[in-house]
């Protein structure tokens, strides 16, 4: 006969099991916001996704203590990082990055695909056989998003990148002399395009296998390219207004699409991510990286979810707001030493209504993958200090109902000396975000009523001011302090 406290654990079992059915229920991976989709969703909570992250290779990169580093990032108040799946590899001269994550030392290379037993792997050890794969590498995938999704960061997972020089496409898998499945050789612009002989198949079967290994997890994107332009350059858009000829333009004076041949191979790639899942249970987001700085994008796939930017001007969410999906200013990192510029990208960034700000955080390299190496000759900067301000930006924005609020640059009536971007939900609550050095004054067109207005230190995190004010004839005329830099300012309704 059952005592009492056998019956207290029967129904606490059943309790428990029922507390995971709905759990399970509700789980799901991030995904648009259904009420705004210019957001995420994730565990039934609206998302924006801010980060300071190291430069691709945690799980590539032997070397690389990946669990530390995640530490680290949820430590810190970051939720999201980037990574490369090994399909391309970088050597120790790329972009003068010092430590490059995506540059492993000798034999310190893992990639999805197992080594042969041939000798002549360009950066030591045997040859890859792309026909077999390596159960370290995906043990070794599957503890870092396991651990990450334990500390609720998202995983970007990139599935190729761009191959920028010859020399970088002599270390990349797929490349001839560095497997034995006889690859055809193809100049390294055609890899990423249906004119790549053999080789798509290859590039078929990874992308199938890892939506097949990481389907279970609920905090994974994926990404087609990373910077496909690259290798294909399609139009340009001018930035500068000029009489300079478009070839004689350098990077950052131009923002270049990816060519035809470009977009027909991704868009196979997107669907081939849609049909290996449409028979597996869950359901991810895929991203496409459209450009430097930011165009308005002519056409979007139906495969693509997330529309991804690098070095991104805000214009570039007022232009493609349209799409009403998330804007992601997916990469910073080659603009300047000074945390003042990193700082100004994500707050006039995701104060225009983006989702997403990823600055590429050169401290987290091997040996220092708590994100102490912040004295480097790398072309960016990360220090933990630029990182706390990141956090403010996310605290600040997990304390609005952002999701219903848009983009509202338009009711500044005057802000004299200053630019900005600014949410709004009108009558109710209004964020922006000024650069400018100076006192600022602003006269921002509301509806009639009282409000609670505070100013805000973007580099500190600390309160300048608060007050409240009363609007007249439906508009709120706010004396602000004296500004060094940047300000951020949030207007509530009493």
């Known amino acids: 006969m059952c005592n009492l406290f056998c019956l207290l654990m029967i129904k606490f079992r059943l309790i428990l099991i029922l507390s995971l059915a709905v759990q399970a229920l509700f789980a799901q991976p991030i995904s648009l916001h259904p009420d705004n989709p210019h957001y995420f969703l994730y565990k039934q909570q609206p998302k924006v996704l801010i980060t300071s992250a190291e430069h691709y290779g945690a799980v590539l990169n032997l070397d690389f203590d ?78 870092f998003v396991t651990m990450a999704e334990k500390l609720d960061i998202i995983v970007e997972v990139t599935f190729f990148s761009s191959i920028y020089n010859d020399g970088y496409w002599q270390y990349c898998p797929f490349y001839a002399e560095n497997n034995i499945n006889n690859t055809d050789r193809v100049e390294r612009i055609f890899v990423h395009t249906k004119s790549n002989g053999n080789l798509f ?22 990404e087609i390219q990373n910077e496909p332009w690259s290798d294909q350059q399609g139009a340009i858009f001018l930035l500068n207004k000029t009489n300079i000829p478009k070839d004689k333009q350098p990077w950052h004076t131009k923002s270049d699409l990816a060519s035809e041949a470009s977009i027909e191979w991704q868009s196979a790639i997107a669907e081939i991510v849609k049909i290996e899942e449409a028979a597996l249970p869950k359901k991810h987001l895929i991203a496409q990286n459209y450009c430097n700085y930011g165009q308005p994008i002519a056409e979007v796939d139906n495969n693509i979810d997330i529309m991804n930017f690098h070095y991104v001007w805000p214009e570039a969410v007022h232009w493609n707001y349209g799409y009403k999906k998330p804007i992601s200013f997916d990469e910073s990192g080659f603009s300047q030493k000074e945390e003042a510029t ?144 940047d300000v951020t300012l949030l207007v509530v309704r009493d």
Do not use: C
């Open 201 to 222: 198949r290859y590039q078929e079967a990874m992308v199938r296998k890892i939506t097949r290994e990481l389907n279970k997890y609920d905090n994974v994107i994926y």
């Open 342 to 485: 990193y700082r100004k990208q994500a707050w006039r960034f995701i104060l225009a209504g983006g989702a997403v700000f990823n600055n590429l955080d050169y401290s987290f390299v091997a040996g220092h993958e708590d994100g102490s190496l912040e004295k480097n000759t790398s072309p960016g900067l990360g220090t933990k200090s630029l990182r706390k301000q990141f956090k403010f930006l996310k605290d600040f924005m997990f304390n609005l109902d952002f999701v219903q609020m848009e983009p509202a640059n338009h009711l500044v009536q005057h802000a004299p000396g200053f630019i900005y971007q600014g949410l709004a939900e009108e009558g109710k609550a209004y964020a922006y975000y000024f650069e400018g050095d100076g006192k600022i004054d602003v006269e921002l067109k509301v509806k009639n009523g009282s409000y609670k207005v505070a100013w805000w230190a973007p580099a500190t995190g600390q309160k300048i001011s608060s007050e409240s004010i009363k609007s007249r004839d439906r508009i709120l005329t706010i004396s602000g302090p004296i500004v060094e830099e």
């Open 66 to 143: 990946y669990r530390k580093y995640l530490q680290t990032l949820h430590e810190e108040g970051m939720d999201y990082t980037r990574i490369f799946t090994g399909s391309y590899v970088e050597n120790d001269q790329s972009f003068g990055i010092e430590k490059n994550t995506l540059a492993p030392l000798q034999n310190k290379l893992i990639t999805p695909w197992a080594r042969s037993n041939e000798p002549g792997y360009i950066n030591g050890g045997n040859r890859f056989d792309l026909d077999k794969w390596n159960p370290e590498y995906f043990d070794r995938l599957h503890d």
